[in-house]
């Protein structure tokens, strides 16, 4: 099959979860202004950005599959890491010093809640998360770990059909018979598995063509999707208040068919260099909006009105992203890469150099008399003796 040109829509689309994200945190969130949201922006518009998170699960299931094809395990683990962490290790030293520093706070991460951190299994071993937006990489890190054994197989249609099942017939009786979590809802990452096999299911379709078994996949996720969506638009409740379920029902299938005109190339007239520039971006602007951004609306509320504050904010976040991609990430991925390439190598070496050494050709004269041995006992071909 002919390689594909980028789908610069998915940048684009990526960059949309980033700022519907950031725009939930600026605007709905006590967090941020320490003290009501709803005070400094009464009328809410962003209520229900915290699906932007849920975007980004339905990109990467997209995105995953379209990567890591034909690849094999080595090469699919290096390229998540290279991925993950060059722009990870900073947000978590800049938070972690941003903690340390800032008064009156209640809680101050210690020298190994940082070293914890670092290596994003945090929530795996119980620790705190320096950052809260560290959640999302939690659940994205076990999507990654179950579909590596799948590469760890080999991507075929069919294989890749029967993990989206499997994986969503798993998630439906983990959530019906054990409501209460633990260690499967844990590893079947139950609340957000039917956004990850959404994106897999529309990558299927654009791969391959549409199909029954496509269509399934996104339909059943979809439905899978809805109960823990209704169920944390309830918590963002105040007061016991009954908030409607109608908008984040609507809003999540709006991104669902966004997905799916994708895999069907109706999109593909989106396209530009700057929707690549942007999806670059994405990531460290997600991992350090909050944080930063959050010091900065906090510090200034009293200073500047709070409508031209947060536009000014985002500015200077999507600045900053921009500095991390050029500074840290664009300098430090591909170091990563040489370097656990070379770990990789080292640690297999020893077997490949003796393999090498047993492989390796006799001189002229030692083998002299295997190569007169052979042309004695080898039978002419075509007349050609000795060939």
Same mark, same amino acid.
């Given at each position: 099959m002919t390689e594909r040109p980028r789908l610069e829509v998915l940048d684009g689309l990526r960059f949309v979860a980033a700022m519907s994200v950031l725009a939930y945190h600026y605007t709905a969130i006590a967090h941020v202004w320490h003290r009501s949201a709803a005070e400094v922006f009464p009328s809410q518009p962003f209520a229900h950005g915290w699906l932007g998170v849920h975007l980004f699960f339905l990109i990467s299931g997209f995105v995953i599959c379209l990567s890591s094809w034909g690849r094999g395990i080595g090469s699919f683990l290096l390229s998540r890491a290279v991925r993950l962490y060059p722009a990870y290790w900073l947000s978590v030293l800049v938070v972690a010093a941003g903690l340390t520093v800032w008064p009156g706070l209640p809680w101050r991460p210690t020298t190994l809640d940082v070293l914890v951190n670092l290596t994003?299994?945090?929530d795996a071993v119980g620790a705190p998360e320096i950052a809260d937006v560290y959640w999302s990489l939690w659940a994205e890190l076990r999507f990654y770990l179950l579909f590596s054994l799948l590469v760890w197989w080999g991507l075929t249609y069919r294989r890749v059909v029967a993990f989206c099942a499997l994986w969503l017939g798993a998630t439906a009786l983990a959530t019906a018979f054990l409501p209460d979590g633990g260690v499967v809802q844990t590893v079947l990452t139950t609340d957000y598995a039917p956004l990850f096999t959404a994106g897999?299911?529309?990558?299927?379709?654009?791969?391959?063509?549409?199909?029954?078994?496509?269509?399934?996949?996104?339909?059943?996720?979809?439905?899978?999707?809805?109960?823990?969506?209704?169920?944390?638009?309830?918590?963002?409740?105040?007061?016991?208040?009954?908030?409607?379920?109608?908008?984040?029902?609507?809003?999540?299938?709006?991104?669902?068919?966004?997905?799916?005109?994708?895999a069907l190339g109706w999109l593909s007239w989106v396209r530009g260099r700057w929707l690549v520039v942007a999806g670059?971006?994405?990531?460290?602007?997600?991992?350090?909006?909050?944080?930063?951004?959050?010091?900065?609306?906090?510090?200034?509320?009293?200073?500047?009105?709070?409508?031209?504050?947060?536009?000014?904010?985002?500015?200077?976040?999507?600045?900053?992203?921009?500095?991390?991609?050029?500074?840290?990430?664009?300098?430090? !991925?591909?170091?990563? @890469?040489?370097?656990?390439?070379?770990?990789? #190598?080292?640690? =297999?070496?020893? %077997?490949?150099?003796? *393999? !090498?050494?047993?492989? @390796?050709?006799?001189?002229?004269?030692?083998? #002299?008399?295997? =190569?007169?041995? %052979?042309?004695?006992? *080898?039978?002419?071909?075509?007349?050609?003796?000795?060939?």
């Open positions: 994003m299994f945090q897999i299911g529309c990558y299927l379709m654009y791969r391959f063509r549409p199909t029954f078994a496509s269509w399934a996949i996104v339909a059943a996720s979809f439905v899978l999707a809805l109960p823990p969506v209704m169920r944390r638009n309830q918590l963002e409740s105040k007061a016991g208040e009954i908030i409607p379920n109608g908008p984040v029902i609507v809003l999540l299938a709006v991104w669902f068919l966004l997905i799916v005109a994708v670059a971006l994405t990531y460290p602007l997600y991992l350090l909006h909050l944080d930063l951004g959050g010091a900065l609306l906090y510090l200034f509320q009293w200073r500047v009105p709070p409508p031209l504050l947060v536009p000014a904010v985002t500015g200077i976040m999507i600045l900053v992203a921009w500095l991390v991609h050029r500074y840290v990430e664009q300098p430090l !991925a591909p170091r990563l @890469r040489h370097a656990l390439r070379r770990s990789a #190598a080292h640690a =297999r070496g020893p %077997v490949h150099r003796e *393999r !090498a050494t047993s492989a @390796r050709p006799q001189s002229a004269h030692h083998n #002299a008399p295997v =190569r007169d041995l %052979v042309r004695k006992q *080898r039978p002419h071909v075509n007349g050609d003796p000795g060939t």
